[in-house]
């Protein structure tokens, strides 16, 4: 029989991933399409560190191997997410799915990551030889390309615990379940004594990772939501020359202007 | 490790094969479990759908290794069940079945609405079948199957 390993902790796990070429399993939905039989899998479904979820002062912590029906159970987890989690696949696809293999896939179309992004989330990876946090556009590199040595495992996946304020999540896909996302939009706003103290407009399955330009949403950091709404055209101007779209299932042109229009619904939706 | 041991539809088993072989696969073609359909491999359709510890997955997304200890049901251990004669009834009492080949997937996700909304709201039904894909009857006749076993079970779920 072909070797596998199914640790039930953490340490076992990090020291198997640390002595052995494996493939890192959490929910298998995305790894399982290709169905490669001649990988090692680490699977990591029964490892107790990694499937639940946890808050500290900080963090809203998620086990990378939690699954996405037990995300949306969670009363921790902030609605943006449960939204955006809610849209993924069909329940028997919910019922195995995980963040941390949605992350670790390395697709710009995870739904799941593209949420991280707008909420400045951050990711624990750990190895034998220790952890580190890694803020979620520093972990994608480029397409496919990940921040993550070949002893490490994602192990959880931290949401700052703050008030997000207004949001907006908008999944277009060719069908309402079972989709993959041709454009994808997370947005937050917050407002602190009348002034936006925190925006982010990110954009998921666009380019080789998800789209989140920090400076051009200093434009509106400060300001009240008439003030906003004054420089508006220059707002969507200045990301309608930022966006520049990679042709894939669809369109380089429809992804360009699908984007802008998520962009506009957004802005109004949060009075601007 | 070097065997995974489950128990499918109520038996001890024992499985040595590739551990990154797909249950789906396994199923049909070591167990000869051929209610449990192939449709797409890329967990799309649902025509694999079982049950795994009371939760329906798609066979076709899980790799043997990580079903170690797991308790599986396919149709065919659940058509053993009241619970099954029920939708079966149902499903019949509405001609909710026309080829066929989504039906095993589509009842056991019945049975998993069911399982865990006993009286469940058009919307919940909906969604709770939401991943099984149906070419023949257009959805409406599956959905009035369920609305009607659960109240014709009324007690059993």
Known sequence: ?272 | MNSIDFVLNGKEVKFTGNPAARLLDVLRDDFRLTGVKCGCKEGECGACSVIIDGLLVNSCMVAMGSINGSTITTIEGYCETARYAVLDKAFASVSAVQCGYCIPGMVLAAECVLAKTPHPTEDEIRVGISGNLCRCTGYNAIVNAISIAAKEGNGLW
């Open chain 1, 1 to 272: 029989m072909v070797e596998y390993y199914q640790p039930t902790s953490l340490q076992e796990a990090l020291k198997i991933r640390s002595e052995n070429k494996v493939t890192p399993y959490a929910g298998g939905t995305d790894l399982m399409i290709e169905a490669d039989e001649n990988l090692c899998y680490l699977f990591l479904n029964k490892v107790c560190e990694m499937r639940g979820i946890y808050e500290d002062a900080e963090y809203i912590r998620i086990g990378a191997a939690c699954t996405y029906e037990k995300i949306l159970q969670s009363e921790l987890v902030p609605q943006i997410l449960k939204d955006a989690v809610s849209q993924i696949a069909a329940p028997a696809i919910r019922n195995l799915g995980t963040m941390g293999g949605n992350i670790g896939n390395g697709s710009a179309k995870a739904d799941s990551a593209l949420v991280c992004f707008a909420l400045d989330a951050k990711l624990q990876l750990s190895s034998v030889s220790g952890s580190r946090l890694v803020d979620i556009d520093k972990f994608y590199l480029g397409r496919k390309k990940l921040d993550m040595a070949e002893n490490e495992l994602i192990t959880e996946i931290l949401i700052p615990k703050a008030d997000f304020g207004r949001y907006s999540y908008f999944k277009v896909g060719a069908r309402n379940a079972l989709a993959i996302s041709r454009v994808s939009f997370a947005g937050v706003l917050s407002l602190k004594d009348g002034r936006i103290s925190n925006i982010a407009c990110a954009f998921g399955a666009v380019a080789d990772t998800v789209l989140r330009f920090k400076d051009l949403e200093k434009m509106f950091l400060g300001k009240t939501l008439a003030e906003a709404s004054a420089i508006k055209q220059d707002f969507v101007s200045a990301y309608s020359q930022s966006i520049v779209p990679i042709r894939g299932r669809v369109s380089m042109e429809y992804r360009k202007a699908v984007c802008m229009n998520l962009l506009n619904e957004f802005l109004s939706q949060s009075d601007i």
